[in-house]
């Protein structure tokens, strides 16, 4: 019996393990779980200033940022955290267009 979130899309992360749900209209799901053995921290600022915001943690590979500002250019910093800790930080660069759109996809570095 169906107790109505069955039907929904999940993601989810306990901070260890990540967990993904995909049902689609015929009544099919594709479930997958996974061990995360290294995740990234992302830190991001205006560029030229000294403050980053608060971090946060996070499994994937990639992140998108919303809320910008128009034409400004932004500094991202990630570092890989694994049980080992922080590693040593990678910065990205990116500029927001005038209307406040951004392709700021941010592909995290290999590690």
Same mark, same amino acid.
Not at 38 to 54: E, F, H, M, P
């Given at each position: 019996m169906s107790n109505g979130n069955d039907d929904l899309p999940m993601v989810a992360w306990d901070g260890r393990r990540m967990r993904v749900r995909l049902p689609d209209p015929r009544g099919n799901v594709i479930e997958a779980n996974w061990q995360v053995n290294?995740?990234?921290?992302?830190?991001?600022? %205006?560029?030229? &200033?000294?403050?980053?915001?608060?971090g946060f943690e996070t499994p994937l590979s990639?992140?998108?940022f919303h809320g910008l500002e128009p034409d400004t250019e932004y500094e991202v910093e990630i570092r890989a955290k694994s049980g080992s800790g922080l590693g040593a930080p990678a910065?990205? %660069?990116?500029? &927001?267009?005038?209307?406040?759109a951004a392709d700021n996809v941010i592909p995290f570095p290999r590690r």
């Open positions: 290294q995740t990234n921290v992302v830190r991001i600022r %205006k560029a030229g &200033t000294t403050d980053w915001s608060a990639h992140c998108q910065q990205a %660069k990116f500029h &927001t267009k005038p209307d406040g």
